[in-house]
């Protein structure tokens, strides 16, 4: 299976929605800590045993923690610095042409960003300054802040189905729902007694969220009945760094974690871990499911490398 | 442009809620008793807004909560956050603080907080806050108390108790000491005295013996004063001694929280002197804040298939079996990650780092127009079971293989004539998934599920083979590959039986697939495949 040795420690890996063989890596020198980053643009080789190829690469001031490709342009792509500012580039334009837009309003470090999948003209943006911003591509200034948490917030994501709902993860151990429309959060549901690093909406029923924590587990919530979670998936030995559920079956979701492995999960069935790929060497910190291929993964980890694999296949295969 | 309302959290703030939950045990733990109560639910246009009535309960806990003295003190953000995470609702939230009388001052300071959380998570004794009881200990009694107004409330009649006990602890030892030390030595006087008396007695009978008697009487009566001054002088001094080492230790308490404030105000400032001038990086490990960092050691070698990196860094071994607490443990960071935090929190900056202008070099170029229309999403479509079609729906098109963007030429070339890229997926695996999917719905219910099994994709069911003779017909043209196959499977026959059951279904399918689209284009990559089955069944 095709792999890419990155100069700095990966953070994040996205699929293109328009390019089947096209992603994204955002990276980050010296862990993330202090350093430059760096936006990688990949193809997938003709064969498996090729190593993927970089069509282009943009350098940042800072370590780039994430990053969204645009919905409703081919060749857009948003970064989340940690530098603060959100940053747009044009993969069809050189480096020198690039960015094209560089967006400073948060005061702490950027952690995600997310396209809406369904209006595709906005995203939304999280940050450790607690905010969440939303945007639009030709606004030069935040549309709205929603401020509530009380801690970093790790992870926002758009719900597939409503257009205007989207759902935010936190240090203070709560996720919360919001709606555009609505001045405030709709929904807090305490989710974890450690800091929740991911959520994600499951793609085929709007009311299922999946929250990844510290504490090692991921959990499934129906934010109709939100009390207690309808499944408890244990099996990660560290804390679990980011949640996916598969666009292509309401069942499947993947996750990765500290303990370097990234895992499937069936989270219906009794003994839910489908299968495990423990190809890292580091933290595995980025992952993805290609929205245009059925079964693509993608991950990336502090040990600079990302793997492009099958599911059911073995990513360090050749 | 964050709002400024917002307290810098100096350190994880995680830490207050729960010392604060902590400390109070009953409203806490009738909260918590509530906390997994089902609400019912009603039907409203939206699903994702809370809509359960308020619970009378929950905010009558909650004003319990706001009220305690000691919750008064800490800023609002941290309380509404303590509730948030016991599942309170907004408007529950919000009916508890219009409930709680006086609205709790928010100039304290988070410095304060943090002290005086310190002090109560240390078993130490309390600090003299009641003048009236430690007259001596008036000095650093002062300095305290304005360390901490919170304190003053909770170790108030706790001091008062310690006090008493510890006069009555030394009177008693006083009046040991004076009856075991000083009363004999007293008698044995008074008894010469007598004898001495008795003495001259013999020789002046009758003088002396009415003034020795009433001398000796006197001086009895003196000698039982002087006792008895005495024993008030060893009482007083006593005293005096215990609350002098009582003062001691205070003010010894008195210097550590000194120190601690010392250390975090330095830390602080060094924490703003960073965000001044670079970029924050104490808050970049938030993530990794609660978590202590460990030596370990290595004993997991990997293979890395690109270069063999030398720093292959110190590293536990993952465990595997079940996390039974859900207690987040430590991570084992790798050596060069801790190098270079160390390096960073001592203010030094890592020397690989470029100064890189990363402005917009036009801020007012205009973003071209897209070049493809969006696609529709898989959730999207049809929600039919039969999503594999739409994978399999080939969007190679012309605009995938030559990406007229920043392409570096390659074009794909694929074995055979089919136009399917390495990266689809052939085989029809997912479909039995998702039969078993439907059948499975309604299986609801907290699982959690424990002891991760290290393996591959096993389907749930065998794909339905009505022939068994076909298959070996269907085998026999490729059969100088499949005997290889054929070999190995026998190799790993010793493995389970699940695994051998694995590894033959996936070859039928395998070849099924195969000979459906391309017998000969899609070999290399089937077998490729096989073997990677191979391959993960072993290392099972």
Known sequence: ?318 | MATPSSPPPSSPPDEKPQNLASELAQPTNEIQQHAREEAPKQSSPSVFVNSEPMREEQVQNAVKFLSHPKVRGSPVMYRRSFLERKGLTKEEIDEAFRRVPDPPPSTQATGTNQEAQVISTSNVQPPAQTQALQPAAAAPTGAISSAGTLMRFRFHWYHIVFAVGLLAASGAGTTVLIKNAIIPRLKSWIRKVILEEEEEEKEDPVKKANAKPSLAEEAAAAAKAAAAAAADVAKASQEMLNSKSEERRHFKEFMNLLDVQVQEMKSMSTAIRKLEGQTNNLGRTSLVDQEDYTPSVANHPKQTYVNGKAESDSRSVRSLSAPASAEPSVAPHPKSYMEIMAMVQRGERPANIRDINDQPPNPNQQISNTRLAPKSKPWEASKSLNNSSQALQSQVNGEDLNSKVQDNGVTYQFDGESAIPWWQRKNARITEIENEDELKDGHYGARTNEQPIQRTWVPPQPPPVAMPEAVEAIRRPKSSVQKEQLAEDQSVSHSTDVTDELQRITKISESGGAVEVNGGGLEPNSIEIKEVQEHSSEEN
């Open chain 1, 1 to 318: 299976m095709p792999i890419f040795k990155t100069p700095f420690n990966g953070y994040s890996v996205k699929f293109s929605p328009f390019y089947e063989s096209r992603l994204a890596v955002a990276t980050a020198q010296n862990f993330g800590i202090l350093g430059n980053g760096r936006v990688h643009v990949l193809a997938l080789p003709p064969s498996p045993s090729l190593p993927l190829s970089e069509l282009v690469a943009f350098d940042t001031a800072d370590g780039v923690y994430d990053l969204a490709w645009s919905e409703s342009h081919d060749s857009l792509l948003v970064a989340a610095v940690a530098d603060g500012s959100v940053k747009l580039f044009d993969t069809a334009l050189p480096p020198t042409q690039n960015p094209l837009r560089s967006l400073q309003e948060h005061t702490r470090e950027v952690h995600s960003v997310d396209y809406n999948p369904t209006r595709r003209d906005s995203f939304i943006t999280s940050s450790w300054d607690d905010t969440i911003k939303l945007w639009t591509l030709d606004r030069p200034a935040s549309i709205r802040t929603f401020k509530e948490h009380a801690y970093c917030v790790y992870s926002a994501a758009w719900n597939p189905r409503h257009t205007d709902v989207f759902a935010s993860a936190s240090g203070d151990c709560t996720v919360r729902i919001w709606d555009v429309r609505e001045p405030g959060s709709t929904m807090i549901i305490p989710g974890h007694d450690f800091e929740i690093l991911s959520c994600d909406w499951n793609k085929y029923d709007d009311c299922l969220i999946a929250t990844a924590s510290v504490d090692k587990s991921i959990r499934v919530w129906d934010v109709r009945s939100y009390r207690a979670p309808i499944a408890v998936l244990n099996g990660h030995g560290y804390a679990v760094r980011k949640v996916k559920f598969s666009p292509h079956h309401r069942n499947l979701m993947v996750s990765c974690s500290y303990d370097m492995t990234v895992c499937m999960w069936d989270f219906m069935v009794e003994d839910a871990l489908v299968g495990r790929y423990d190809h890292h060497t580091e933290f595995a910190v980025g992952l993805d499911m290609s929205v245009l291929v059925e079964g693509l993964l993608a991950s990336t980890g502090w040990d600079e490398l990302v793997y492009v694999w099958q599911h059911g296949t073995d990513p360090r295969a050749s």
